[in-house]
């Protein structure tokens, strides 16, 4: 059975408890959420493979999404966590694979779609840099006091 | 004196050279170039203080920077190398200070012609945002090995 739509103002308030966009702005996350496709997913489906192109990222409405290489789990991922975001971005091949770990509602955010956006609302694209600038910055942190 | 002016093929070759541009395709850099201007400082001037809202990045020409918290020196940094990028992408306030350990030849390019840059020409934020990623990626690798 399928679940009912999700209204676009559902959609901006669950990118706004991702953490990654916390910070970001509901304008940007408006022009986000429509190109968020919505996916149901039966457990032990493989989502993604190590190595292979990225060109989308994931967020998990429900469920739990294993990351692994091979049979090394490196996470297990849960509601409101996003996962294969930098593919989104940069299109670089996945560091890791990703299967579900229990049947999962996911939505999928592609890349194409999210770059014609981002060539059409330079905001969007400040918004996007602002957050990476910003995970960098905690990372530098970490590694200093690490 | 002052040094005579580079060409802007000049600063395209500069900003080629420097580690976080060198994956930057030609087109991207002779868009950010015009955008770099010629500074010539003393030793011992003050060209940041932690705490402050950043606005814009460094690049050494020649000569050397100290990054510094008070009396602690953080870095050392000598031509070619680059500071305060981040404050330039999300202005947020400088993590330390930097002063001119020697005297100095940088290129300063500031937030609004940078910004101004990117709302006109997308591909240049998608060229940022991919550098970014590439710095994230670079990161989560060390510290997953470190």
Not at 21 to 40: C, G, K, Q, V
Not at 101 to 114: G, H, K, M, N, V
Request: with cysteine; hydrophobic share 40%; charged share 30%.
């Amino acid at each position: 059975m399928q679940t009912d739509k999700l209204l676009l103002v559902e959609k901006v308030l669950i990118l706004k408890s991702l953490s990654i966009f916390r910070e970001t702005p509901e304008n940007i996350l408006a022009d986000l959420a429509p190109l968020m496709e919505e996916l149901e997913c039966e457990r032990n489906t493989l989502l993604f493979h190590e190595g292979e192109i990225g060109d989308c990222m994931y967020v998990i409405q429900q469920g739990e999404v294993r990351i692994h290489k091979g049979d090394i789990t490196l996470a297990v991922l849960k509601d409101r966590e996003v996962f294969g975001e930098l593919s989104l971005l940069d299109a670089e091949t996945r560091s890791a694979s990703a299967t579900c770990a229990s049947d999962c509602s996911l939505f999928r955010i592609d890349q194409e779609p999210f770059y014609e956006l981002i060539d059409s609302r330079p905001e969007v694209a400040r918004g996007f840099i602002k957050i990476l600038c910003q995970r960098l910055r905690a990372q530098n942190e970490k590694s200093v006091k690490g």
